[in-house]
């Protein structure tokens, strides 16, 4: 069946430090959108790309939608406390309604 | 717009218990969506509404589970009986075009 692969699961840093999470497809993809869920939380929606090859800066998060349109990546620069939770990348197929959801990226802020 | 709203926020039920849990979607979205979520399984999606029609159940995990919607602004998602394995948090989220628009979830625990 249709999948989307997520790594890695947990990545620690140190406050500062940089963060990236990477999706990849089984199959093309029409668009993916990101989630952000915080600890205790429920998924909240960061981004969506459409476009082959498409970037996009939200402040710090930079997320890229590969030429293929089967692959993504969301980067976070100096990571933050506030960045805490797990990221999540979703991708739509045309001709079907649902969202097929990574396994999520942890971050983790060491002490 | 007070988002999606889900009760209860916490269940505690005994096995072979029923349980219903409820969720009222964002007013004019026409999609809905119940999912469950565990450390094992990660985010799983168990039925999707367009227009209150259940479009596709097959994330349903049996029989025990069932799933209504309606009207436009009212979904319940029942398990009879419950199990010890359905312990997870459930969330229900509603859409209008591709943004998912999750509520808090229902933390269900059971005995």
């Known amino acids: 069946g249709q999948q989307v692969m997520q790594i890695p699961q947990y990545q620690h840093v140190q406050e500062g430090e940089d963060f990236t999470t990477y999706c990849n497809s089984s199959?093309?993809?029409?668009?993916i959108q990101w989630y952000k869920q915080r600890p205790g939380g429920h998924p909240v929606f960061l981004i969506q790309l459409v476009k082959s090859g498409e970037v996009k800066k939200q402040k710090r998060l930079t997320f890229q939608f590969g030429e293929a349109k089967k692959n993504s990546s969301l980067h976070i620069t100096a990571t933050q406390t506030t960045d805490v939770g797990t990221y999540f990348c979703?991708?739509?197929?045309?001709?079907?309604?649902?969202?097929?959801w990574g396994a999520g990226t942890k971050l983790i802020i060491k002490p | 717009d007070a988002g999606v709203i889900q009760s209860p926020r916490h269940e505690v039920t005994e096995m072979g218990q029923e349980v219903t849990l409820r969720c009222k979607p964002i007013s004019g979205h026409n999609s809905l969506f119940w999912y469950r979520q565990t450390m094992m399984r990660g985010l799983e999606l168990l039925i999707y509404f367009n227009n209150n029609v259940p479009i596709d159940d097959s994330g349903m995990p049996e029989d025990r589970f069932s799933a209504k919607m309606p009207n436009a602004s009212f979904s319940t998602l029942k398990i009879q009986p419950s199990e010890p394995r359905d312990s997870a948090v459930y969330f229900c989220?509603?859409?209008?075009?591709?943004?998912?628009?999750f509520g808090p979830g229902t933390r269900l625990t059971v005995l």
């Open positions: 199959t093309t993809l029409s668009n």
């Open positions: 989220a509603s859409s209008l075009f591709h943004e998912q628009f």
């Open positions: 979703a991708g739509k197929v045309d001709s079907n309604y649902q969202l097929i």
